[in-house]
């Protein structure tokens, strides 16, 4: 079974900061990678995701990913954060090929301090 | 406008009621999902269906049913035997295949009393 750990729970950064979310799986076959974004009072949204190509994504607002297959990683990065970044972020895995039920992390509180 | 709609916003029951969240979409979507958000748990899924008349338990199915009768409604009934039914509930939606992103609603907060 598929699993996706988020390392960091809480983060709380000053504006210009960099960001960098942990996210790891565990899948030994070819993953679908997801982040979504859930801001304050709104849908949950796609940010960017990750099928096959380069293994480096960009999404909305500024924010990138690099899938590591040697490490089983996606980590989601910025390189300054905006208070409107506030949000609470979700790594998200699936099995590529045919239907399989995607697995989402526990998510990471991001708190951007103007 | 495309999307997914859930009602209500806020939800209260008292204890042994079985409650029905309503889910609409409007994007064509063959599959939908019901999540359950927790503080500290992420989405879990409870069920999902790919397509009409047909629907699969996801990791925490018991005390809820469905039901997918018309492809762009997915209702999920709370049943009295959910023994911890207070969370937020989120509905969703995408293409054939299911494999690709995720369209979610609102959510609907149920608080049972």
């Known amino acids: 079974a598929q699993s996706v750990s988020q390392h960091n729970h809480h983060v709380i950064l000053s504006e210009a900061a960099s960001l960098e979310l942990g996210c790891n799986y565990s899948?030994?076959?070819?993953?679908?990678l997801f982040w979504y974004v859930q801001y304050p009072g709104q849908h949950l949204q796609l940010l960017l995701k990750?099928?096959?190509?380069?293994?480096l994504v960009k999404g909305i607002k500024g924010f990138e990913a690099e899938f590591i297959k040697s490490k089983f990683s996606f980590n989601l990065r910025k390189p300054s954060v905006q208070w409107s970044d506030t949000a609470e972020y979700f790594c998200?895995?699936?099995?590529?090929?045919?239907?399989?039920?995607?697995?989402f992390g526990i998510g990471t509180k991001l708190q951007v301090i103007p | 406008d495309g999307g997914i709609t859930q009602s209500p916003k806020y939800l209260f029951r008292k204890e042994g009621q079985n409650v029905t969240l309503s889910c609409e979409q409007n994007?064509?979507?063959?599959?939908m999902y019901w999540y359950r958000q927790d503080p500290g748990q992420g989405l879990r899924l409870i069920y999902y269906?790919?397509?009409?008349?047909?629907?699969q338990k996801g990791d925490i199915a018991e005390g809820y049913s469905v039901s997918r009768e018309k492809k762009e409604s997915f209702p999920l009934t709370v049943t009295s035997a959910q023994k911890n039914p207070t969370a937020f509930y989120l509905c969703?939606?995408?293409?054939?295949?299911?494999?690709?992103?995720?369209?979610f609603g609102p959510g609907t907060r149920l608080t049972v009393l």
């Open positions: 998200a895995v699936n099995a590529s090929g045919g239907y399989q039920k995607v697995t």
């Open positions: 899948y030994g076959g070819t993953v679908n």
């Open positions: 990750y099928f096959s190509g380069d293994p």
């Open positions: 994007l064509n979507h063959d599959a």
């Open positions: 269906s790919q397509i009409v008349n047909d629907f």
């Open positions: 969703a939606s995408n293409g054939a295949g299911g494999w690709d992103e995720q369209f």
